[in-house]
Each structure stands twice: as C-alpha cells, then as structure tokens.
C-alpha cells in the first residue's frame, strides 16, 4: 500500500488511517464504528486474498467467462463493470432486480482462492463493526435484493471524477435504501489487479459539510472545480487489499490508468440500517 500526498510518501494530516492484516482484528473490533464518528477516514486490510491466489482472475474476468450482466460508465471515463451499479440504474428497479440472482450465483462461484467473495468480505466487515452482520440490501419485494457488489476495470485512460457518495437522498433509486439505512454512506474497494501506474484512489482534503454542492450527483464528463492546490492522499492498493472509506464524508475519486494492464476492483456502497442491528452493502 502506498501513500502519497503533497506532504510526500506518507499518511496525510487530514485523513487518519488504520491498517490491519485480515486474518488479524484482534484489535480493530470497533473500526467501522470509529470510522462512522469520523475518528478514523480509513481503514487498509492486507491479505483479504493472496496476490497469488488472484493471479488467474484478471483474464477470466476480461473475457467474462462467468458471464456476468455488463454495464459501462460514459465513454470518456474509459470503463465498465459487471453487475449494475445502483447509481446508473434505470429509475424502473424491475430489471435491476430480475438481473441480481443470476450475478449472485455467478460471484459465489468465481475462484478467488479462499473463501467466496461475499462471505469472506461480510465477514470481515462484521468483525470491524462490533459484529454487525453484513449482507446485500434487500429489496421492497419479498425475495429481492440488491446487488452486493460491482466488479469494475478500469482501462487505459480510464478514472472517476471527484465525488461524494452521500447519494441517498438525491437518486430516484435510492428511494428504498434511504428509507432502510442512515443516510451516512462509506464504501469498500477491494483490489484484484492493479494498473502499471495510476489507478490511486484520491481522497481529497473536502469533506462533504464544506463542499457537498460543488461535487455531489456529477455523472457527466463537464468542467470540474480544480483539485490542485487541494491536499490529498493517494492510496494504491496491491492485489487482494482492501480499503474501507468514510467516502460519503471525504471527497474521492480515482486517477487516471497509465499502462496496458486493467484496473480491476470489487466496489460496494454500505450503511448503517436504521434500527443500528446490521449493516446493508449495494453495488
């Protein structure tokens, strides 16, 4: 994992955060909830999976030999991803949900080396949120759920804007997360493969109190307010870590892809539900 920010290599003033090895939480049993209070920005786990374990993935995934439903970003940010993203998804949920069930089985059974994806990062989540359990959102139907996650490549070239995720109260389809969780929204990245260079997640030194109406709910490719002179962390993870972001608080995005090599990841939104019992994630 590597920092860097206008200070140098090292963890930025504004941004505190923790670094765990997965197999090890002995000490971090309340880190979500620290985070929720904004006395942490960040949590790293290493070792969610083995570099080498995740070695295969890359070209299984490129190919889409699990046949996964594809959705894609506009144009100019060079991507796409397998699964539907809820922020991208049509105000109409019916087919959003009637695609859910086929990408669930088809996760469960992609080889990550180790425990399947979903239950091994619920698991973790759980046990950095006091043992909370974890899982997709449901659905307003008996039987529906959201989508757990979104796996997503970047390409050459390929990045997201500077945005805040506290979307729950702007996005038509968020209608029935909104009135399920608290509308403080943090996320997981988890890397499968990384880009030759770029590719950083950027957290910004604006939280969304200060700078909500400059950069909240911008899906466009339009003029942006520039970035900087804004002091930032750049976190670059490494095959098989995962970082954990208050990302509804603190402004992000990710840098653009240099080099031939995919950028790929598994991203999900999660919030607290309201009843404070269990944590819901969404793709």
């Known amino acids: 994992i590597k920092y860097q920010n206008t200070r140098g290599p090292m963890q930025p003033s504004f941004l505190k955060i923790e670094t765990y090895q997965a197999d090890d939480l002995t000490q971090a049993g309340n880190a979500i909830s620290r985070l929720r209070n904004n006395d942490i920005g960040a949590v790293i786990l290493k070792g969610v999976y083995s570099k080498d374990s995740l070695a295969k993935l890359p070209a299984l995934l490129a190919d889409n030999t699990p046949d996964f439903i594809t959705t894609t970003f506009p144009a100019a940010f060079c991507a796409y991803f397998y699964g539907v993203n809820l922020n991208l998804a049509d105000r109409d949920l019916g087919p959003y949900f009637a695609a859910e069930p086929a990408f ?112 909240r709910n911008q899906d466009g490719v339009g003029k942006k307010k520039d970035l900087g002179d804004v002091e930032r962390a750049s976190i670059r993870l490494e095959p098989g870590e995962m970082v954990i972001l208050h990302s509804s608080r603190y402004l992000h995005g990710v840098s653009k892809v240099e080099g031939d090599r995919t950028r790929w990841t598994m991203c999900s939104f999660m919030a607290l539900a309201r009843d404070g019992t269990q944590a819901y994630c969404w793709g």
């Open 104 to 215: 669930r089985r088809q996760l469960a059974v992609l080889d990550f080396g180790g425990a399947p994806a979903q239950d091994r990062i619920c698991s973790l989540l759980s046990r950095l949120d006091e043992n909370r359990p974890y899982g997709a959102a449901p659905g307003p139907n008996p039987g529906e759920q959201h989508f757990f996650t979104t796996l997503r490549a970047h390409l050459t070239g390929g990045y997201i804007p500077a945005h805040f995720d506290n979307e729950a109260a702007l996005r038509p389809t968020y209608k029935h997360i909104a009135a399920m969780c608290e509308p403080d929204i943090y996320s997981f990245v988890l890397c499968i493969d990384q880009a030759e260079a770029g590719g950083a997640l950027d957290v910004y030194n604006l939280t969304s109190k200060a700078a909500a109406a400059d950069f």
